[in-house]
T-cell receptor
Framework: GAVVSQHPSWVICKSGTSVKIECRSL??????MFWYRQFPKQSLMLMAT?????????EQGVEKDKFLINHASLTLSTLTVTSAHPEDSSFYIC????????????FGPGTRLTVT | RKEVEQDPGPFNVPEGATVAFNCTYS??????FFWYRQDCRKEPKLLMS???SGNEDGRFTAQLNRASQYISLLIRDSKLSDSATYLC??????????FGAGTRLTVKP
């Protein structure tokens, strides 16, 4: 149980385009989903926290107009990187929590974004 | 000061060795604590939760000292497959998680 999927697993796009990443909890309902970014040899950095049906809470320094998060259902959250730039190239990982399992988070496999 | 700080590593140990990782956190109101393991280019996977009373899972022992805001992970009889980056994770009062920078472990034959 507690499986989280992400799609796509790897995407290459050109500067200026937008990319949507999907995060799904497959066998449980996630009241909260988190989006992280990880640069090479660095730890995960929380970008935003989203609860189903409400606006996401962004961490300081993360542009909410550039990283659009939608959490329309208890099993799906999306992150859209708008007007992508090469510096947005990173590993994006989502996680999901039910809030009832000791606040443990279950991570998706990640999406590697390369902006050329 | 970082919210979660870990030993910088890397740790290079022979098979069978015992290795200990330390972690400190700055927010005294933190509520839950975890150790995650992350393999290269993969997502983190929960290794174990950390409880005030200390807990053990096979070769792995985790301890929490709330007074000192300190968490530890001990790996006994290390295996080649234990090679990974170990992340100390602290659940902040508002529910979001804060990650340490990770400590890389390499177990050599």
């Amino acid at each position: 149980g507690a499986v989280v999927s992400q799609h796509p697993s790897w995407v290459i796009c050109k500067s200026g385009t937008s990319v949507k990443i999907e995060c799904r909890s497959l066998d449980f309902q996630a009241t909260t989903m988190f989006w992280y970014r990880q640069f090479p040899k660095q730890s995960l950095m929380l970008m935003a926290t989203s609860n189903e049906g409400s606006k996401a809470t962004y961490e300081q320094g993360v542009e909410k107009d550039k990283f659009l998060i939608n959490h329309a259902s208890l099993t799906l959250s999306t992150l859209t990187v708008t007007s992508a730039h090469p510096e947005d190239s990173s590993f994006y990982i989502c996680s999901a929590s039910t809030g009832t399992r000791g606040l443990e988070q279950y991570f998706g496999p990640g999406t590697r974004l390369t902006v050329t | 000061r970082k919210e979660v700080e870990q030993d910088p590593g890397p740790f290079n140990v022979p098979e069978g060795a015992t290795v200990a990782f330390n972690c400190t956190y700055s927010n005294s109101a933190s509520q839950s604590f975890f150790w995650y393991r992350q393999d290269c280019r993969k997502e983190p996977k929960l290794l174990m939760s950390v409880y005030s009373s200390g807990n053990e899972d096979g070769r792995f022992t985790a301890q929490l000292n709330r007074a000192s805001q300190y968490i530890s992970l001990l790996i006994r009889d290390s295996k080649l497959s234990d090679s990974a980056t170990y992340l100390c994770v602290v659940n902040a009062p508002l529910g979001d998680m804060r990650f340490g920078a990770g400590t890389r472990l390499t177990v050599k034959p």
